[in-house]
């Protein structure tokens, strides 16, 4: 009868075990202590252990498997390595789909914290990619997509930053941020006519905000023959 494996690794260990000269190797995605349980990334088994820097060329059998803890025979932990975007996938949809509420805001949180600081260091194109993450997550996390769209403005891509704004919308109709913001995108790209709908638009939902009647104006001023 096997042993029960007591050996406990961290996130990121990459582990395997060997059997009848084939080497199964596995990469530990979190830890699950409470109930004793592995979330790991399942390679396809090969002959020989890699070497660390060639784990990326690896076939993956399993992007994510919940497995006992206790239910690898004799494993080894081979490296320790990072956790990578790459390594989330599988972990990611899991929790979606059993509704882990808590961690999905968890992971979201920090999708969105990094973008922000990407935000800031002016690495928008970054910063897009980790607002996306958030916006996968939870899709109605309009202050991500709001966040997202900026950084497109940010990049010159009107059109595109329109359509996160639109998407703002669908899940806060009011939003006078997202109104006027289409409206500064379409200003932006000279298309006059549509710009002065979303000013109006926001004008009319709060008259005291002096920007969108200073742009309302300058774009009444370019429609003017």
Not at 172 to 198: H, M, N, R, V
Request: with cysteine.
């Amino acid at each position: 009868m096997d042993t029960p494996n007591k050996t406990t690794f961290e996130a990121g260990a990459i582990f395997y075990t060997e059997k009848e000269g084939k080497f199964s190797l596995f990469k530990l995605i979190k830890h699950d202590a409470e109930f004793e349980t592995y979330h790991i990334k399942v390679y396809n088994p090969v002959d020989a252990l890699p070497q660390k820097e060639d784990l990326a060329k690896l076939d993956v059998l399993a992007h994510h498997a919940p497995i006992n803890q206790h239910g690898f025979e004799n494993p080894q932990l081979l490296y320790s390595t990072p956790l990578e975007d790459d390594d989330l996938e599988g972990y990611l949809e899991y929790i979606k789909q059993i509704g882990n509420i808590d961690e999905v805001i968890q992971y979201a949180s920090k999708y969105y914290k990094e973008a922000y600081q990407l935000g800031t260091q002016k690495e928008h194109e970054q910063a897009i990619q980790r607002y996306t993450k958030a916006i996968d997550l939870i899709p109605n996390f309009f202050e991500a997509i709001d966040n997202r769209a900026f950084a497109k403005m940010d990049l010159g891509r009107w059109a595109d930053a329109v359509e996160d704004f639109t998407l703002s919308l669908t899940v806060q109709p009011d939003s006078l941020l997202a109104i006027f913001s289409i409206g500064e995108c379409y200003f932006k790209s000279a298309e006059y006519a549509k710009a002065k709908t979303y000013f109006e638009q926001a004008v009319a939902l709060n008259p005291s905000h002096e920007v969108s009647q200073q742009f309302l104006a300058k774009t009444i001023a370019q429609l003017e023959p």
